[in-house]
């Protein structure tokens, strides 16, 4: 039996993870999964998210230990192409990783690391909220999930720019999946519009842009962040920087 690649892709919110998802979901190798720790996350923390209860009813909410037996271990199910997949795409928010879940499994799984600069994060996370903490935009938890993965595989586990794979996407797509021992599909570039059955219950409050969307689009002008948001970008700064000078 041929072996599954389980690539646990770290990202925060705001950043193209979505679409990135959709362009190894269009790969006929490769099944993906949608946030797999978020209903455990709500439960856990009482967050009053959009959708809050669809969202925990719709997942495992109660053992952050099924989810990770789930991430490394459980067979998959035929993907949304008939096939029995060799791929196995996890878009994982790494805010989603509170302190009581242990990481001993990342080293089961191969990881890749989404970044976006903290300023570009924090104005497109103003859209929908306009107070924002630390804690909510994950660039502390994602450095914190970085050294772990390179102190288990003695070396800087592969990181992405959002940014880069906007610019040119192919080039940047190619990088990645050479960085994690795959083959680069060109299938990835494009796929249908629509919802997906493996979206998150929540991509109705959040994915419509994704949704409308066939392709990654150009990178968009930045937009101006707003002044009381400015310490907060300087606060996520190292953070980004401590993986972006990995980056490919």
Not at 64 to 80: E, F, G, H, Q
Not at 94 to 119: C, Y
Not at 223 to 232: A, F, I, T, V, W
Request: charge should be negative; proline fraction near 6%; include cysteine.
């Amino acid at each position: 039996m041929v072996e599954v690649i389980r690539l646990a892709m770290w990202s925060g919110p705001r950043n193209i993870s979505t679409a990135m998802m959709r362009a190894f979901e269009n790969r006929a190798d490769c099944a993906v999964w949608d946030e797999p720790f978020y209903a455990w996350y709500l439960s856990e923390t009482g967050l009053n998210h959009p959708m809050r209860d669809a969202v925990i009813a719709s997942g495992e909410a109660g053992d952050w230990r099924a989810i990770v037996r789930d991430c490394t271990v459980t067979p998959l199910a035929r993907n949304r192409h008939g096939q029995h997949p060799l791929l196995h795409y996890q878009k994982h928010m790494t805010h989603h990783m509170l302190s009581q879940v242990g990481l001993d499994w990342l080293g089961q799984v191969a990881n890749a690391f989404l970044i976006r600069k903290p300023e570009a994060v924090l104005a497109s996370y103003h859209d929908r909220h306009t107070e924002i903490a630390l804690r909510d935009v994950g660039f502390q938890e994602q450095a914190v999930l970085f050294d772990r993965v390179a102190q288990q595989i003695g070396a800087a586990p592969v990181v992405i720019d959002s940014a880069d794979i906007l610019t040119n996407p192919e080039q940047a797509l190619k990088r990645l999946c050479s960085g994690v021992g795959i083959g680069f599909d060109p299938a990835m570039l494009s796929w249908p519009t629509g919802r997906r059955d493996s979206d998150g219950v929540w991509s109705a409050h959040w994915y419509k842009s994704v949704e409308a969307s066939s392709g990654f689009s150009p990178p968009r002008p930045s937009r101006p962040l707003p002044d009381h948001l400015r310490s907060l970008a300087d606060e996520c700064q190292p953070y980004y920087e401590q993986l972006a000078r990995y980056k490919l």
